[in-house]
């Protein structure tokens, strides 16, 4: 009920101020005419200071006026600020929310149900097989098959997990330290986590793109690497820039096999995509038995926000 009723409110108090504008400085020179009026018209006597304190009088009372009208409409006005930053600050909470379920919709397209159409293809070719009584060969792909299903629980696994964790109030340092301590435990493989000097205090969009990238890369890493242990570093490349680098000692690959779809992909487009969307840069060093390291630079939303600031405080001519 506040809410619904604060823009009605906010505008009863701009008009009022409106009208303050335009009456307060013409009351101010009635009163101060009123009262030189009264002390002998502003004429002077023989020593030629009658008027004087009535001078000071209205001077003094005009400026407390002004001080208390100021004070009051720039009250109002940081209040006013603070609420569309409020505002502004939802709707991207929102915008990253729908974002994020139109890209795991994708996602899920792209891995889970292309996994569930090959099990079902797998089903079927055992039937083949055991109709044809060829028991061993039966068994060979029911062994596949197990493989199949435990790739679609763990990437249900971690869709669910990337779900539940709330970065947008947990804060993004939090977050991916919950997540790793789940990752390492699932999945015993050690993650070594670094954030240094890193900004916890990051738009609702920003941080929930950086925790999904982190999240896909570790996700490679456990399904491709084969690799004995994992590093996540989220540090401030110098005032401008934030920099996320996700690195494995695992078997590599070479990324140009990526280009030429010679492999299978590693979702590396789509962690592409969400730091391009964020203005930043990707890219991937990697080669056969040196395992594989994810750089990802992004401007520094901090400095961008201060310099707005000040680009509105700076005077124009």
Do not use: C
Not at 179 to 205: C, G, K, N
């Amino acid at each position: 009920m506040v809410q619904t009723h604060r823009p009605v409110m906010t505008q009863r108090r701009l008009l009022l101020f409106k009208w303050l504008m335009v009456f307060l400085p013409s009351t101010t020179v009635a009163v101060g005419h009123s009262l030189l009026e009264h002390t002998g018209g502003g004429k002077h006597t023989g020593t030629g200071t009658s008027a004087l304190p009535a001078t000071l009088l209205v001077t003094f009372l005009g400026l407390v006026l002004t001080y208390i009208f100021v004070e009051t409409l720039f009250r109002v006005l940081r209040r006013l600020q603070a609420e569309a930053l409020a505002r502004e600050q939802d709707i991207q909470t929102m915008n990253a929310v729908m974002q994020e379920r139109e890209r795991l919709s994708r996602e899920l397209h792209d891995g889970v149900a292309q996994l569930v159409a090959h099990l079902l293809l797998r089903l079927d070719t055992i039937k083949e097989l055991v109709e044809a009584d060829r028991q061993q060969e039966a068994e060979a792909e029911l062994e596949r098959l197990h493989g199949v299903a435990d790739e679609i629980y763990e990437d249900i696994g971690e869709s669910i997990t990337g779900l539940r964790t709330n970065v947008t109030e947990r804060g993004l340092v939090r977050a991916l330290q919950d997540y790793v301590d789940q990752f390492e435990e699932r999945h015993q493989i050690p993650v070594s986590l670094r954030t240094d000097d890193a900004d916890d205090q990051l738009p609702p969009l920003v941080a929930l793109q950086l925790f999904r990238l982190i999240q896909e890369a570790l996700t490679n890493v456990r399904k491709h690497a084969a690799a004995r242990e994992a590093a996540v570093t989220l540090t401030s490349n110098g005032p401008d820039q934030l920099r996320v680098v996700i690195a494995d000692d695992g078997q590599g690959f070479t990324p140009d096999s990526q280009r030429s779809g010679k492999a299978r992909p590693l979702g590396l487009t789509s962690m592409r995509e969400r730091i391009e969307a964020l203005g930043g840069s990707f890219q991937v060093n990697s080669q056969p038995g040196s395992g594989t390291q994810v750089t990802a630079t992004i401007p520094n939303p901090q400095t961008r926000r201060e310099n707005g600031h000040a680009a509105q405080a700076t005077p124009t001519d």
